[in-house]
């Protein structure tokens, strides 16, 4: 089925470890995104990618790097993870142009020990 | 900054009744406003998306309308079963980051047999 992609679905970290989360979406979308999900605060947007080759803060980009790879992929990295960083993790795309929604993908759960 | 609140928090009904779900937003000059169902531990399925030409969206049982000047929008669910019980996330687009849809708390609903 056409959507959004994450992989891995769940993932455990020791503190300081690194990992990167994957995303690829088969919409052909300009725009890509990767928001985090905590409970009592909602999703909040990490990082965001509009169009192939450019990236950009969101709300909460500290402690995350990110890659778009090519007009599919858009990867999350975590350089040295925290406890702070437990969560859920979602990836979303859309086209570029306005009045067209956000397709997301199923999300990963991370736990940072 | 948007702001968006979901009322009520939680909503418990017997199976069968129609029901409303309201959504504030503080900025109203938003471009699309988008409604996202979440089951639990799973990812966000899209129900509607009103454009900011729109003043409301139907699929099914669910109607969507949108009072741009008034920052709100409100989720008509038709005669409720125990398959639609699931948070019920609305998210107006925001233009502070490329085209970010900002999320509200959700409403949980449950709707009993």
């Known amino acids: 089925n056409a959507g959004v992609t994450q992989t891995p679905k769940f993932q455990v970290l020791k503190t300081g470890q690194s990992m990167t989360l994957q995303c690829a979406q088969d919409?052909?979308?300009?725009?890509m995104y990767w928001y985090r999900q905590d409970p009592g605060m909602g999703l909040r947007l990490i990082y965001y990618?509009?169009?192939?080759?450019?990236?950009d803060k969101g709300e909460v980009p500290n402690g995350y790097n990110v890659s778009r790879l090519n007009k599919r992929e858009f990867s999350l990295r975590l350089e040295s993870a925290a406890p702070s960083q437990t969560s859920v993790y979602f990836c979303?795309?859309?086209?570029?142009?306005?009045?067209?929604?956000?397709?997301f993908g199923s999300g990963t759960r991370l736990t940072v020990v | 900054k948007q702001e968006v609140t979901q009322i009520p928090a939680a909503l418990s009904v017997p199976e069968g009744e129609n029901l409303v779900l309201n959504c504030s937003f503080t900025?109203?000059?938003?471009?699309?406003l988008q409604w996202f169902r979440q089951d639990p531990g799973k990812g966000l399925t899209s129900l509607l998306l009103?454009?900011?030409?729109?003043r409301e969206q139907t699929s099914g049982r669910l109607n969507a309308s949108l009072d741009k000047s008034s920052g709100r929008s409100t989720l008509y669910i038709a005669a409720s079963q125990p398959g639609d019980s699931a948070t019920y996330l609305c998210?107006?687009?925001?233009?502070?980051?490329?085209?970010?849809?900002?999320f509200g708390p959700g409403t949980r609903l449950s709707v009993l047999p």
């Open positions: 979303a795309s859309s086209e570029y142009y306005r009045n067209y929604g956000y397709t």
């Open positions: 919409m052909n979308h300009n725009s």
């Open positions: 990618s509009a169009s192939e080759g450019t990236t």
């Open positions: 900025d109203s000059a938003i471009y699309n």
């Open positions: 009103i454009q900011s030409s729109q």
């Open positions: 998210a107006p687009e925001d233009d502070n980051y490329g085209q970010n849809f900002v």
